[in-house]
């Protein structure tokens, strides 16, 4: 089964800084699906970026972009000029293709989440 | 108003008590899920649908029970709540094709005393 690692529960930046987390994942699969969600403190489950194992380039939606290493099979977020609405518990996600079937078919795996706080 | 809707958004009820979590959606998609957060473990599937006939257990199911009443209907039931399923849990639903990404309700916080 996929599985899904965040190794920093907490972690903290200051205003206008740049912050990476850190997600690893284990599949046996080659194509997939990798997001990173955000909870702020509302608790809605907010999508920040997608990226396909397919496309080689990086991911980016305005402040945050990804650092995904498929061989290494990480998946890391970077979040620049960071903002305090920034602060938030953030999960990396996994999902196997339609096509690929098997136990992962059609589902997300989560990470633990990391908690970011962001200081002024 | 929101795509993905629970409720109630908050509840504290006994243990041994029968719970139901309702979820509607409004986004016109086939997959529904349940999903449960605990601090540390991240979300974990409790149940999912891919339509109306089709229910599926997920990888903590032991003592929910689901309905999927109506395409946009999707609900979470605990027959004897006990104190571990104290926990966030989220409704969330997917168009399927595509990348998949999951769309979710707010969360519906249930306390088991």
């Known amino acids: 089964a996929q599985t899904v690692t965040q190794s920093q529960p907490e972690m903290s930046v200051q205003e206008a800084e740049t912050v990476t987390l850190s997600c690893t994942y284990d599949?046996?699969?080659?194509?997939?699906?990798l997001f990173w969600y955000k909870q702020p403190p509302s608790r809605q489950m907010i999508l920040v970026i997608r990226q396909e194992a397919y496309k080689q380039q990086n991911a980016t939606e305005n402040r945050f972009s990804v650092n995904f290493q498929k061989a290494a099979k990480s998946f890391s977020l970077k979040i620049s000029d960071s903002q305090l609405g920034d602060a938030a518990m953030y999960f990396c996600a996994y999902r196997s293709p339609e096509y690929a079937g098997g136990t992962s078919y059609g589902k997300l795996t989560f990470g633990q989440g990391t908690i970011l706080t962001v200081h002024p | 108003d929101a795509d993905v809707t629970q409720t109630p958004r908050n509840r504290i009820t006994k243990t041994g008590k029968r719970i139901m979590l309702e979820c509607s959606q409004t986004?016109?998609?086939?997959?529904m899920y349940w999903y449960r957060q605990d601090p540390g473990l991240g979300l974990r599937l409790i149940y999912y649908?891919?339509?109306?006939?089709?229910?599926n257990k997920g990888e903590i199911s032991d003592g929910y029970s689901v309905s999927r009443q109506a395409q946009a209907k999707f609900s979470l039931s605990l027959e004897s709540a006990i104190p571990n399923q104290t926990a966030l849990y989220f409704c969330?639903?997917?168009?399927?094709?595509?990348?998949?990404?999951?769309?979710f309700g707010e969360g519906s916080r249930l306390t088991v005393l």
């Open positions: 986004k016109g998609h086939d997959r």
């Open positions: 649908s891919f339509d109306v006939k089709d229910i």
């Open positions: 969330a639903t997917s168009p399927g094709m595509g990348t998949g990404e999951l769309f």
């Open positions: 599949t046996s699969e080659s194509d997939y699906y």
